[in-house]
């Protein structure tokens, strides 16, 4: 009887340390979904915008012309967002992703969603926070990944209906409607109109700020 007992102590300890080994695993394969979408957002801060080819899922790259034209797909989504969070005139800030529900693999399942909020980057953080208005809710379910290859991969962010949508569609259009430079397949054209700096939105002279240093990129680097 006593024999017994230890056994199934024993396996039941076994069971435990298996079961607690797996759910550990289970949970860092979930959050490398946010590791994902913080490193997506990340390389889009730091204007590293075909880095972000690779942690996109093919369907992904196709509809939002992420291999061809980068740019404007991922400048219009940042310059979304920053506004929203009502920190359009900021330099720096941090990316908060939140994963949503769980992963479980026995299930079938292979999409899972993450929130995004972004606040701003400082010492003053905690209390920037409590006093700006800047700290709003999390976007819920922003993104959308999928499992591809056996990696987390960005399958969707919704520029359709989220709130951030007006704001994207507007910056999109903007970006490809210059109406001051134009890249073309020669050079850059120069277009007759003034900037004027009185009827300036924040987004629009941000996408201004962004094409004139476009352009001088261009500039020093042609040869």
Known sequence: MGKNIFKILG?????SMVAGISYI?????????????????DNIAGQR??????????TYNQKFDNVNDPITHQFSLETALLNHFSLINT???TIEARRDGFWFPCLGQNTIHVSIRVSPQGSGRILTRLMDRSDKKFLKDLVTLVREDGKWKIADIDTRTSAIAKDYQETKHSMQHSKYIQQTTEGLTLKENTIEFA???????????????KALTLLNNHK
Do not use: H, M, W
Not at 11 to 15: I, P, Q, S, T, V
Not at 32 to 37: E, H, I, K, L, M
Not at 199 to 213: A, G, H, M, S, Y
């Open 11 to 15: 396996f039941g300890l076994l069971f």
């Open 199 to 213: 009827t300036l939105d924040p987004i629009q002279k941000r996408i201004i700020r962004f094409n004139l240093n």
């Open 91 to 93: 330099a720096q800030y």
């Open 25 to 41: 695993s289970l949970l860092g394969e979930n959050d490398r979904a946010q590791t994902t979408v913080k490193r997506y957002f």
């Open 49 to 58: 915008y075909d880095s972000n080819t690779p942690l996109c899922s093919f």
